[in-house]
C-alpha cells in the first residue's frame, strides 16, 4: 500500500511492524520493548536494541508516576515539545523547562554555572516536578544526581538521555552506578538525544493509559 | 579535563575535535563538513557521514537564503525548538509550523490529508516562506515536492530529512530524483529527525554568520 494513502495509525503500525521484524529475538520484555521500540521508532536505529538500559520495573513505576499526574521537567524545549500533550492530558501532567528563564540565566551568570544546571536547581524547588526527561545536558543530569543524593530531589522516574561526545556517557553511567532506589532509563554511550527521551515518555503515556486502543 | 568544569563553548569545541579526530578521511568539502559535523554532535552518529546528500553549492545557497531573511517552515514543533533563535536572529528569518493549526486540522479532516501535508499547502500561501525544514513526516515532503512541480512553492532552501519506516527513506529518495533546480540536504536510508534537521539549519546559521566567531 502507498505510504501516502495510509493514516498516520496505520504508518505507526506498519512501522512497529517492521521494527519487531527486522530486530527478531531482543530479549527485552513485552511493556520494556514498547518503550525500546518507540525509540527506534524516532531514531531508526536499532543500535537502541542493545543500548538501552532500564532499572528494574522502572516502565510499571513510570507509568504509575505519569499516572500520578506528575510535573514533568524538560533540560531543552525540544524535549518539551516532542511530549505528546494529546498523550499525557488524561493525567493532567505539566510539562516545564526553565533553561531558557531570565532568573535561571542569571543564576547561571551569578554562579558560574551552567544554564542547565540552574534550571535544575529551580525545577527541583517545586515540589509537584517528580519526572525528569534530560535528553541534551549531560551537566543536568549529573546535577540532578547530586541534588538527589544532597535530599534536595526526589524524582519519581528519570530519563536520562544526554546526547554528545563530552560527558554524555559519563552521565549515563553516573546514573547507573549512582545506586538510586528511583527508576530510570538511560543509555550505554553516547547516544540518546531530545527526540529520544521524549519518546520514551510517549511510549509510557501509550502504556499508562487505561485502554490500549486509546 | 572534567566536563563539568568546562563551558559549553568549550564543550562544543571538544567534541566537534572528537568527531574530526574519530571521522579520519570523510571526502567532505570544508564547509559541508560542518553541517555534518553538527549533525553528529547532535545525533552521536558517525552514519551520517556517508548517507547526508548535499546538491550542489547547498551550503552556499542555503547561508545566501538564511541571510536573506527567509521564513523558514517546520514540520513539527520538535524542529522549531531545535532551531536556535540566538543564531537566526540576526538574519530575520521567522520560524513558523502550522501542524498543531485549528485551521489546518478542520482541512486534514475535510480533505482527508495529514495535517502535515494540509500545514505544507498553508506554509506555501504565505510567500515569504522560502526555507523548508522537514524531520518528522514523509508526507510532508513529498507534497512539497508536488506543490513545486505544481508551481506553487518555490523554496530557496530545503532540508528534507523525515525519520522512520514507512515513507521517509522513499521521501528522501523523491527529493534527490525530482531534479528541482533548488538547494536541499536529505539522507539516503531512514535516518533523519526533527533534531537533525535543526542541526543543520543552525550549522548554516554558524557558517552564515559574518565574522566565525559569533
Same mark, same amino acid.
Given at each position: 500500500?502507498?505510504?501516502?494513502?495510509?493514516? +498516520?495509525?496505520?504508518?505507526?503500525?506498519?512501522?512497529?511492524?517492521i521494527?519487531?521484524?527486522e530486530?527478531?529475538e531482543?530479549?527485552w520484555?513485552?511493556?520494556?520493548?514498547?518503550?525500546v521500540?518507540?525509540?527506534?521508532?524516532t531514531?531508526?536505529?536499532f543500535?537502541?536494541?542493545r543500548?538501552? @538500559?532500564?532499572?528494574?520495573n522502572?516502565?510499571?513505576?513510570?507509568?504509575?508516576?505519569?499516572?500520578a499526574?506528575y510535573?514533568? @521537567?524538560?533540560?531543552?524545549r525540544?524535549?518539551?515539545?516532542?511530549?505528546?500533550?494529546?498523550?499525557?492530558?488524561?493525567?493532567g501532567?505539566r @510539562?516545564?523547562?526553565?533553561v531558557?528563564?531570565?532568573?535561571?540565566?542569571?543564576?547561571?551568570?551569578?554562579?558560574?554555572?551552567?544554564?542547565?544546571v540552574?534550571a535544575?536547581?529551580?525545577?527541583v524547588?517545586?515540589e509537584?516536578?517528580?519526572?525528569?526527561?534530560i535528553?541534551n545536558a549531560?551537566?543536568?543530569?549529573?546535577?540532578l @544526581?547530586?541534588?538527589?543524593?544532597?535530599?534536595?530531589a526526589?524524582p519519581?522516574?528519570?530519563?536520562?538521555?544526554?546526547?554528545?561526545?563530552?560527558?554524555?556517557?559519563?552521565?549515563?553511567e553516573?546514573l547507573?552506578?549512582?545506586?538510586l532506589?528511583i +527508576?530510570?532509563?538511560?543509555?550505554?554511550?553516547?547516544k540518546?538525544?531530545?527526540?529520544?527521551?521524549?519518546?520514551?515518555?510517549?511510549?509510557?503515556a501509550?502504556?499508562?493509559? +487505561?485502554? +490500549?486502543?486509546?
Amino acid at each position: 500500500m502507498d505510504s501516502l494513502q495510509m493514516k +498516520p495509525e496505520e504508518i505507526e503500525r506498519e512501522s512497529f511492524r517492521i521494527i519487531d521484524a527486522e530486530a527478531g529475538e531482543h530479549g527485552w520484555p513485552a511493556d520494556e520493548w514498547q518503550v525500546v521500540r518507540r525509540v527506534i521508532h524516532t531514531s531508526a536505529d536499532f543500535e537502541y536494541v542493545r543500548s538501552l @538500559v532500564m532499572s528494574d520495573n522502572c516502565v510499571r513505576e513510570g507509568c504509575e508516576a505519569l499516572r500520578a499526574g506528575y510535573g514533568i @521537567v524538560t533540560d531543552t524545549r525540544m524535549a518539551l515539545s516532542g511530549i505528546s500533550r494529546a498523550r499525557i492530558s488524561r493525567f493532567g501532567n505539566r @510539562v516545564v523547562c526553565h533553561v531558557s528563564d531570565d532568573d535561571v540565566a542569571g543564576e547561571a551568570r551569578e554562579r558560574g554555572i551552567t544554564r542547565s544546571v540552574a534550571a535544575m536547581r529551580k525545577a527541583v524547588r517545586d515540589e509537584r516536578n517528580r519526572i525528569f526527561v534530560i535528553g541534551n545536558a549531560p551537566t543536568a543530569l549529573f546535577e540532578l @544526581v547530586r541534588l538527589i543524593r544532597a535530599g534536595k530531589a526526589e524524582p519519581a522516574l528519570i530519563v536520562g538521555l544526554p546526547v554528545g561526545f563530552v560527558g554524555a556517557a559519563e552521565s549515563h553511567e553516573a546514573l547507573v552506578s549512582a545506586g538510586l532506589d528511583i +527508576p530510570f532509563i538511560t543509555n550505554i554511550g553516547r547516544k540518546g538525544g531530545s527526540n529520544v527521551a521524549a519518546a520514551v515518555i510517549n511510549a509510557l503515556a501509550v502504556l499508562a493509559a +487505561p485502554c +490500549p486502543c486509546l
